[in-house]
């Protein structure tokens, strides 16, 4: 492995110490995908001019954006988990990411074919349905919350 390899790692964790405490930790995994997401797009102009620019921002942010995600969610689920069970849960983690490398896999020859039709316009395609996908777990989080709240039922009746 080649020494810029390391640079979206080590940048991703130093941004999550640094920003955990000040957007907690779904905050920072939120907007950590969603701010380095778009630079994806970065990879289909790589075939043009200084491409090697294009293709290192393309892959690199988001690939911090990852692991900033990743540090953060992690870091959340070690501190509330109790200790008993957190091999259950990391067992959970590893049967869900396999699950979702199987559906990735059944994806890949739709996504294939939209590479094939060429431009910008099936990377932003695809992208704008990823982030319009985490729209709904947003508002779930948030009446999750709402939830969390509110007063028990005997209080509210009083």
Known sequence: MSAPAYVPPVLGALAALLLHRRLGAF????????VTGPFTLLLA??????GWVWYVLGAAVPATGRLVASVALLSHRQAVTPHRLLGRTGAVLVVLTSVADGVAGLLERPAEGLAELGGVAPAALATLAAL??????????????HVATRPPIAERAG
């Not at 905050?27 to 969603?34: F, H, S, T, V, Y």
């Open 132 to 145: 319009a996908a985490a729209v709904p777990l947003l508002r779930a989080r948030r009446s999750a919350d």
């Open 27 to 34: 905050r920072l995994a939120w907007w950590a995908l969603i």
């Open 45 to 50: 102009l790589s075939g043009t001019g200084p």
